[in-house]
T-cell receptor, first 111, second 116 residues
Framework: KNQVEQSPQSLIILEGKNCTLQ??????????LRWYKQDTGRGPVSLTI?????NTKSNGRYTATLDADTKQSSLHITASQLSDSASYIC??????????FGTGTRLQVFP | DTGVSQDPRHKITKRGQNVTFRCDPI?????LYWYRQTLGQGPEFLTY????????KSRLLSDRFSAERPKGSFSTLEIQRTEQGDSAMYLC??????????????FGSGTRLTVV
C-alpha cells in the first residue's frame, strides 16, 4: 500500500533555532517527493520537489534531503522565524499523478 | 491567471442542505483534482479529471458527492444532504499531464465547509 509517514507529529521551537522534520514513504514506483508548507486555513504551497537522483535541495532556509534507497526524506529549517509556524507535509505522487500525503508535522515557532 | 481559484472560501450550511463548490484551475492545466482535508490530517484524494473526463473516484466519495468538469475548464463539487461529518476543507489542485508526475501541481486556497 502506498503510504507516507511523517514525524514528529508536532514540534515547538524557539525563534532562531533549527529543526528537522522526517518523512518515510512506501510509494512505488517512485518519481519524486515534495515538501509543502500549509498555513492554517490555506492550501498547501510547494517548498521543494526532489527526484530520485537528487540527494539535497535548498530553498532559502529550507533544505530537503532524500535517500531513495531507504525511502526517507528530511526537511531542515535553519534559523527559524515566527512565520515558519505552519504544517509541513511530505507528499509523493503515485503512478497516476495522484498525490499521497503524509499527515504532516505541525511546527510552532515561539519568540 | 495567477493560480487555482476556489469559491467560496468559507461555507456554513445546515445539515441536510446541498452545497456546491467551484474550482477554476490554471488555464493550461488539463488535470484537476479534488481533495478533502479534516483538521489535523493531510489531504485525502476524492476524485480527478483529465479534461472533462472523470478518471478516478475515491471510495471516500459517497453517493451524496458529485463532481463535474463539463467543458474541461472549471469544476464543481456538489454535496447533497450534507452531514456534520462533511465538515472539512475541500481543496482543488490542477496540473498538466505529460510532464513528470507531481510537477506543476498547484493547489487552491480551499473551501472550508462547516455543517451545523
Amino acid at each position: 500500500k502506498n503510504q507516507v509517514e511523517q514525524s514528529p507529529q508536532s514540534l515547538i521551537i524557539l525563534e532562531g533555532k533549527n529543526c528537522t522534520l522526517q518523512c518515510n514513504y512506501t510509494v512505488s514506483p517512485f518519481s519524486n517527493l515534495r515538501w509543502y508548507k500549509q498555513d492554517t486555513g490555506r492550501g498547501p504551497v510547494s517548498l521543494t520537489i526532489m527526484t530520485f537522483s537528487e540527494n539535497t535541495k535548498s530553498n532559502g532556509r529550507y533544505t530537503a534531503t532524500l535517500d531513495a534507497d531507504t525511502k526517507q526524506s528530511s526537511l531542515h529549517i535553519t534559523a527559524s522565524q515566527l512565520s515558519d509556524s505552519a504544517s509541513y507535509i511530505c507528499v509523493v505522487p503515485d503512478n497516476t499523478d495522484k498525490l499521497i500525503f503524509g499527515t504532516g508535522t505541525r511546527l510552532q515557532v515561539f519568540p | 491567471d495567477t493560480g487555482v481559484s476556489q469559491d467560496p472560501r468559507h461555507k456554513i450550511t445546515k445539515r441536510g442542505q446541498n452545497v456546491t463548490f467551484r474550482c477554476d484551475p490554471i488555464s493550461e492545466h488539463n488535470r484537476l483534482y479534488w481533495y478533502r482535508q479534516t483538521l489535523g490530517q493531510g489531504p485525502e484524494f476524492l476524485t480527478y479529471f483529465q479534461n472533462e473526463a472523470q478518471l478516478e473516484k475515491s471510495r471516500l466519495l459517497s453517493d451524496r458527492f458529485s463532481a463535474e468538469r463539463p467543458k474541461g475548464s472549471f469544476s464543481t463539487l456538489e454535496i447533497q444532504r450534507t452531514e456534520q461529518g462533511d465538515s472539512a476543507m475541500y481543496l482543488c489542485a490542477s496540473s498538466s499531464s505529460g510532464g513528470r508526475a507531481g510537477y506543476g501541481y498547484t493547489f487552491g486556497s480551499g473551501t472550508r465547509l462547516t455543517v451545523v
